[in-house]
Each structure stands twice: as structure tokens, then as C-alpha cells.
């Protein structure tokens, strides 16, 4: 049998239960990502023995009611929060989410059958080794996402499991078999009765893994909580710098980035409004003048649906609406922009608009390297301190009082003089910026 090295945590957890009478087992996404070879983030644990029996047995732990009705209780052992969980039958799901209620069973087969798939149906102890009623253990070695019994069932118990199938393909390299894919397919509608942050959750987990297979097989899916991306399919760009339609370009380019979220997020939309801006001129050229701003106003829509931070939403909205802005190895446009959107931001606009560039047409991958260029020259102004913002600046606003100006003319004035040093006319030096600033409101006058 499989042997795993269970947290002592989970394993003071199912001995106590054992010396109790009861059974117990790890079971779910723990056992899988044991077998996967990847450290598992939490673990469940599910017992023949009913809510009153757990705590009674797991007495002198601290124990939580986060889920009693269902027959769950989080202990915390070894100070990690473990759910454990009665065998259950659950009942009729009439909302896409939970049963109505559920039914307390001694057989572990009717806890597992009840559950998605089969690579999360498998169940273990250090007593017997893993529990495989339906096949997972094969599945997961064949690389297999497969519906325990009739997926239409599955699915319309809990919707959100369509997009989970979807998220452990990408997440795992995983294939979704056939008749769960067609499935998936089928009852796609039913995300419309999730809520924004079920789906939100998953849509991240999955834009992080190795996604590009997913968005493409099932842009359907996707098209449900975002209907702009189901116009990208087959939306030629008639362009010499696009030899793909919308939607491939979009894939492509977040397959191209590094799976960060919010670097994968504004992949995914900063196209999204190119099929509404498409013009076309008499030449046959395709054009889309002002898609930026239009992708912007989708995307903030999509974030504002699925509730997503502000701090995410506006992070990606940002670099969204520049993401075709011009970025060239010049050391004073590159001053100004660090100085405008911050380090971070800007190096985030570089790879962005290098993932952009290296999903259009080959001979147009050429800009790739201005943009390395410009990284390059922005590390270096960063490394030697050069001034590029109010805050390096060698005066500041009592320097400026001090010659006799009040108010937003002291602003004013202090932009000006970095604008003076941004562009090499002046030295970052109190005296020189100040005797600038006198010998430029002489000339005015």
C-alpha cells in the first residue's frame, strides 16, 4: 500500500477516533495531492462517528461547529484547523450549492460517491493505506479528470464543480474524459446561479496553472461570467501584426506572461473589447482605435460581477488602459513614468507588453527587445538613485515658499524643476534648481 506521512496533527486526529471504535480517514484533495507528489495545503478528515460521538471522543481538543448541520466540526490539533466530517448521504441540492439536508451513514462508499470526481474520492490511514472505490488512483495516473457516476448529477448538485473540473486540469496538467467534457459543456448555465466569489476563486486558481488548453476547449465556459470573450472566437483581426483571431492572441498572451494573478487577469482582458471597436479601411486593414479604454470598461464591469478586491481590480484596470501605451529605451520617458505610475507598476507595463508582443505575428516580436531595453535602463536609474520624482528632488515646497510663492504655485513650480532634471536641462542640486527656478521667472516676467 501507498504509504503517506500525515501532518501529526491528522494522524492524533484519526488515532483517536480509531481507539473510540470509530472509523476514520484523510480523504479528498489531501490524498490526491499526497499522490500527485505536492504538499497539501489543508486536510479533512471523514468518521463513521456523528458530530456528538467526534467531540466526545476528541475531548480536550478545541472543537468548532463550522458546519454541524452537514455533520462537520473544525478541531484544531497540533494548532491546525482539520474539518472532520460524519459519513453523510446528501440530500436534494435545489440551489446549485448544498443539499437541503443530509443523512448520516456508517459506510465510507456512501460518503465517497457523493463527492465530484475520483481523483478527490480516494481516502487514507496509516492503518490501511488508500481507500480507491472509483478509480482514482488510475485516473490520476492517466492524467484523468473523470465525474463520479452521472456528471449531470454532479453538476447540477454544486455548479461550481464545472469550473472546479476545469481549474484541476489546468492546475494538475490534467484531461478532462469525454463524457465529463461534454457535460461541462452542457450545464455550463448553471455558474449563472453561483455567486461572483465562488467563481472568482476558482477562475484564479485556474488562470495560474497551465491554462491555455482550458480557455481555449471551454471559452463557452468562460463566456458564461464573462459574454465578451465568446465574441473574440474567430474575430480576425486583419492586421500584419496579428496572424491569429482575438481569442488566440488573448490565450496566447497569458500563457506567455508568468502565472501571477494579476499579470494573468489583465491578459485575459486587455483585448476583451476588440470585437466592439473593429473598423476596417478601404484598404482592407484592420483597425481598433480605442479598444484599450473599451477593455477597461469590461474589465472593471467583470470585477465589480465577481466582487474582486479593489486593490486587484484597480491594479489590473490600470494596466489594462496601458497596456498599448508607447515604451521606448529612452532614459527621460522612462523617468516620467516611473515618476507617474511607481517601480512596480512599470515593470508590470513591460512584461505586459512583452506577453503582447510575443502572441502577434513573428516578424512583429521585434519591439520585445526595446522593451528588454527599457527594463534594463529603468534598473539602472533605480540602482544609481538618478531623481525622477517630487520626493528626490533636492528643494522642496519651503524651498519654493521661501521665494515668495503661495499655494498651487508652489506645486507648480516644484513640477517644473523636475521636469529640469528629467530631461538633463538641470542638475539635481539645491542652488541650481533654485537659481533655474529665479532665472525662468525673470525671463516670464
Request: a negative charge; glycine letters at 8%.
Amino acid at each position: 500500500m501507498n504509504k503517506f506521512d500525515l501532518p501529526e496533527g491528522v494522524e492524533a486526529i484519526i488515532e483517536r477516533l480509531y481507539e473510540c471504535g470509530y472509523e476514520a480517514y484523510a480523504v479528498g484533495g489531501c490524498v490526491r495531492n499526497f499522490m500527485l507528489g505536492t504538499e497539501p495545503k489543508d486536510y479533512d478528515v471523514t468518521t463513521s462517528a456523528r458530530p456528538e460521538e467526534i467531540k466526545q471522543a476528541l475531548e480536550g481538543f478545541r472543537i468548532i461547529d463550522t458546519g454541524i448541520k452537514y455533520g462537520t466540526v473544525t478541531v484544531i490539533s497540533r494548532g491546525m484547523p482539520i474539518e472532520v466530517t460524519t459519513y453523510r448521504v446528501d440530500g436534494d441540492y435545489s440551489d446549485n450549492r448544498r443539499p437541503e439536508n443530509v443523512t448520516f451513514t456508517t459506510k465510507l462508499a456512501e460518503d465517497l460517491k457523493r463527492r465530484d470526481f475520483t481523483v478527490n474520492a480516494m481516502a487514507y490511514s496509516s492503518r490501511t493505506g488508500i481507500i480507491d472505490i472509483f478509480g482514482g488512483r488510475a485516473d490520476l495516473q492517466n492524467g484523468i479528470i473523470r465525474a463520479i457516476g452521472n456528471p449531470d448529477e454532479r453538476f447540477r448538485e454544486d455548479g461550481l464543480r464545472i469550473l472546479r473540473a476545469l481549474r484541476f486540469a489546468s492546475c494538475y496538467g490534467l484531461k478532462i474524459e469525454p463524457a465529463t467534457a461534454d457535460s461541462i459543456h452542457r450545464n455550463r448555465k448553471l455558474l449563472e446561479n453561483i455567486s461572483g466569489e465562488r467563481i472568482a476563486a476558482e477562475l484564479n486558481r485556474l488562470l495560474c496553472g497551465e491554462c491555455g488548453n482550458i480557455l481555449r476547449e471551454y471559452y463557452d465556459v468562460i463566456s458564461v461570467f464573462l459574454p465578451e470573450f465568446a465574441a473574440c472566437r474567430g474575430f480576425e483581426q486583419h492586421t500584419k501584426y496579428h496572424d491569429r483571431d482575438v481569442l488566440e492572441h488573448i490565450i496566447g498572451t497569458v500563457t506567455a506572461i508568468e502565472p501571477k494573478l494579476h499579470l494573468r487577469l489583465t491578459m485575459l482582458l486587455h483585448d476583451i473589447g476588440k470585437p466592439l471597436y473593429f473598423t476596417m479601411s478601404e484598404d482592407g486593414v484592420g483597425h481598433f482605435k480605442g479598444h484599450a479604454k473599451g477593455s477597461t470598461a469590461i474589465a472593471e464591469s467583470f470585477f465589480k460581477r465577481l466582487r474582486y478586491s479593489n486593490a486587484v481590480a484597480e491594479r489590473v484596470s490600470k494596466l489594462v488602459q496601458t497596456h498599448d501605451i508607447l515604451i521606448a529605451d529612452d532614459e527621460h520617458l522612462i523617468k516620467r513614468y516611473l515618476n507617474k505610475y511607481g517601480e512596480e507598476m512599470f515593470f508590470d507595463m513591460i512584461k505586459v507588453h512583452i506577453a503582447d508582443d510575443m502572441a502577434k505575428a513573428p516578424e512583429c516580436r521585434e519591439r520585445i527587445k526595446t522593451y528588454r531595453a527599457a527594463a534594463e535602463t529603468a534598473r539602472k536609474i533605480l540602482a544609481q538613485k538618478e531623481c525622477f520624482s517630487l520626493k528626490q528632488l533636492a528643494v522642496n515646497g519651503n524651498d519654493i515658499r521661501a521665494l515668495g510663492y503661495e499655494g498651487a504655485e508652489i506645486g507648480d513650480k516644484l513640477g517644473i524643476l523636475l521636469g529640469l532634471v528629467i530631461d538633463g536641462k538641470c542638475v539635481n542640486e539645491r542652488d541650481a534648481l533654485l537659481g533655474a527656478l529665479t532665472q525662468k521667472s525673470g525671463g516670464d516676467q
